[in-house]
């Protein structure tokens, strides 16, 4: 699976209708479809579709036509975002309709063209699943585990300093987390 982590854009003229697609990570999704609504107000279209993992790892999806035949344009968006296994992602084209009609099978290939080449166009990272897990440490033990986390790749969230020592809460992949453990003696 893969995400975006910024927006990029493509456009694209079909029979003198412009497509302009921008991908994005879907936690800008909402913000930027009211601003582009705003800033291009003489659009005929703001057709969208968006995949993310919910907190149960489930994948949730969603997609609209905005008014253009069902069927021929969210749809077929969607469908370009699952054969591209992105996640956390959402796409919006902008369409300026040109006087010229495309017909459903038009639409669809100018929808999906243009998705594919924002795709294209867009850094794609590899999704991994990140955990939290909580230290308990001495005092003795604290700046060596802050020099392994920082060897490992593991991200402190938070430290909590008390009397005998301090919590850290840390994140990472589970075999990063398994190692801090054994290197730390923890089980």
Known sequence: ???????????????????????????????????????FKKANHYVWAYRRLNQYDQIEEGSSDDGEPAGTSGPPTLKVLQGNSLINTAVITVRFFGGTKLGTGGLVRAYSESTKQAIQNANLLAYVKLHQQELSLPFKSISHAEYLCDQIGVKVIQKDFGATGAIFIVEGIEEQLSEIQDQLNLH
Do not use: H, Q, W
């Open 1 to 39: 699976m893969f995400y975006v982590n910024c927006e990029n854009f493509t456009e694209i003229d079909e029979k003198k209708s412009r497509f302009i697609s921008y991908l994005m990570p879907v936690s800008f999704f909402d913000k930027r479809l009211a601003e582009l609504r705003d800033e």
